[in-house]
Structure formats: C-alpha cells, structure tokens
C-alpha cells in the first residue's frame, strides 16, 4: 500500500499539477489531501476543477471553512476573500461544506488538519517564541488524546515533518503543496518557513506492517505563482512563494 498524501493547496494550480505529474510516476495507490485547498490569491477555481478530475480522498480545513462561513464584514475587509468567491462556483463552495474534518481511512491511518480535535491546533509544532518548536512527546499525546491509529497524517503548518511518539505512533506532515512560508498574528505572532519555494507532498508505504514516510519536494513555475499574487495585492505570498521564506529582510 502507498499512500500519497496532499496538504495545503492554497489554489495554487501551478504547484498542484506539478505534484500531480511527480505522483503519477510513482505507483500510488491512494492519494489523500488534508484541507486548506482553494484560499488563496491565485486560482481557485482552476484549481477546484483539477481537483474533480481526480478520485483524491479529501478532507477540509480551516481555510476551507473560512471561505464558506465569512459573513458580509469579514468579506467586506479582505480583499483576497472577496476574489476568492467571485472565482468560485457554487458547486465548488458546496463541495467544500460538505468535506469530513476528519477521516479513519483504514484502520491504521487517521486524516486530520490540525490536530484530531481541531483544524486550528498545529499539533507537531509550537509557536510561543514566533518560530515552530517541536513539542515534546507528552504534549503530543495529549494532543492526539483517544486517537490510538499506528499513523496520523495531519497538514497545518506547511513544515514537512515526521514524528514517533513514546506510544510508537507515527505522525507525518506533508508540508504545503502551494504555500511554502507565511506570517500568521494568530494565537500569537509566528513565522512558518521552508527556506524552498518547491512544492511538498508525503508518500507513506506500508513494507510487511510497517510505515514508512518519503518527503518530495518537487519544482515548479514557482514565478508564476507569485505574479498572481502580485496582481492582487498580495506582496506577502509572491515573497513567500519566490523564496520559501515568510521574514523579508530589513532595508
């Protein structure tokens, strides 16, 4: 069984047919996509209908529920939501209500966002000093609390990570697909970075009942990406999408 698991689109249509055309070559059987797909100031819409052309296991996250829960206020003061929703169709705003927050693909591997009990939760990583920390194994299962499946598959913070907790359980992070760094004010100022602008993708093969996890990074028109971006004001994402980093140098 090999499992390639997807995270953090973020509509960004370049990175995704890349992974898409590096995947292809080799052998999956499953692809799963952890959530956070089509926020973003790139393609939305494109990237929903590439999307349908696959069978992909998916499930939603925050991002995913910010677009379809944002009420007029919220619209009114975010210009990128705004586009986002005159791009989409109905169609794809009613196929992300109705995506799972979580899945128990088989008896072995769990889908999540964040953590088991929220898409908010960054569940390998703190961020009280501004940059990601791993944390330590006690805050971990207490995290994953009753969740007890031999592997956890979670997106989030957009690092490519794989952790053993005490308990032996493995948790893999796939990192981002289309957003390789960002700056977030929430619960607290931090700084989420890949020093790559490639796209990130995991693939988990199970060899005689154990799992194993590959990190890939895979190039892209990373330029493009961030000329779309650039057209709709957002300088941050076309840094973040150029260089992999979300702290610009002081000038």
Not at 28 to 41: A, K, S
Not at 68 to 75: C, L, R
Not at 77 to 96: C, H, K, V
Not at 138 to 152: A, D, F
Request: aromatic share 8%; proline share 6%.
């Amino acid at each position: 069984m090999r499992i390639a698991a997807l995270s953090d689109i973020h509509s960004n249509i370049y990175a995704l047919k890349a992974v898409i055309g590096d995947l292809e070559t080799r052998g999956v059987d499953q692809v799963v996509n952890l959530g956070d797909i089509l926020y973003g100031p790139i393609a939305p819409r494109q990237t929903f209908e590439c999307l349908m052309e696959y069978d992909f296991i998916t499930i939603r996250g925050n991002q995913d529920r910010q677009i379809y829960e944002a009420d007029p206020k919220t619209i009114e003061s975010n210009p990128t939501l705004q586009f986002i929703l005159e791009d989409l169709t109905a169609e794809a705003l009613e196929w992300m209500k109705n995506l799972p927050a979580t899945l128990q693909l088989n008896p072995d591997v769990f889908l999540c966002h964040g953590s088991p009990d929220s898409d908010l939760t960054y569940l390998l990583e703190n961020i009280e000093s501004g940059l990601p920390q791993v944390r330590q194994d006690g805050e971990i299962l207490k995290l994953i609390s009753i969740q007890k499946s031999q592997v956890i598959l979670c997106g989030h913070t957009h690092i490519p990570r794989s952790i053993t907790t005490s308990t032996g359980q493995q948790i893999i992070n796939p990192g981002s697909v289309g957003l390789p760094a960002y700056f977030d004010v929430s619960p607290r100022p931090h700084w989420m970075e890949n020093f790559s602008p490639y796209a990130s993708y995991s693939i988990l093969e199970n060899l005689c009942g154990l799992w194993r996890a590959q990190h890939i990074k895979v190039p892209y028109d990373n330029q493009q990406a961030a000329q779309d971006a650039k057209r709709r004001n957002r300088q941050d994402w076309e840094y973040y999408l150029t260089t992999g980093r979300a702290q610009q140098p002081a000038t």
